[in-house]
């Protein structure tokens, strides 16, 4: 299923007090997506007083628990579509969960994917923005960024602007990189009594997200020195 249609660049990361930052091509340091959206983010005062209100103990617990099952989940389906047969969850409660989140995703998202450019790809546009993207593939006959999340429970779409800007933010990059036309971005989520929800972005939501994503990034550009 996997074309390697598009040869993508392999990219250092490193780590500074405004986030993560990746080398591009010209050496320049460039913030990741991730980075650029956490910093203009207004949900940062939220998780400071959830993280007063449970404490740093349980915070810490909650927040190393939704990474471990996304990290397994994540490692699971990148074996499947590249077609490895290996079992990478750990042998506890945590790792129950995420091997059948995994296994939702493959029987009612993977389906829809018809072919896999590229996985965990790195995607830059220099002195500007770098990021890692899940998959890119196609969608319903469309290129597609794709997303694979995990949740506690399914989240309202109202909830999930950052996930779209994210996508626009490496189509945009993909376009100039390859001179393609993506123009979709579908976020593939399961929660943990395995719900499964699609949501699409195209067209006019698309430009919509894209105009957002150019707005957050020179603002954050203008303001921050590294």
Known sequence: ????????????????????????????EVPSVTTVLDNMS?????????????????????????????????????????????DIFSDNSLGNMAKRMSKKLIDDALVNISEVYGLEVHLVLNKLYAGTADCIGVIDGKDTIIDFKTSKRIKKKEWIDDYFLQGCAYANAHNIMFETNISQVAILMVDRDLMYKKFLIKESEFKHYTNLWKQKLLKFHNTFSW
């Open 42 to 86: 207004d949900k940062q005062s939220s998780l400071s007083e959830w993280r007063n209100r449970v404490g740093d103990i349980e915070a810490d617990r909650v927040m190393k628990e939704a990474t471990d099952i996304g990290t397994m989940v994540h490692l699971s389906l990148e074996n499947h579509l590249n077609g490895i047969d290996e």
């Open 1 to 28: 299923m996997i074309t390697n249609k598009y040869k993508y660049p392999e990219l250092k990361r490193i780590e500074n007090t405004l986030g993560r930052f990746y080398i591009d091509p010209e050496n320049n």
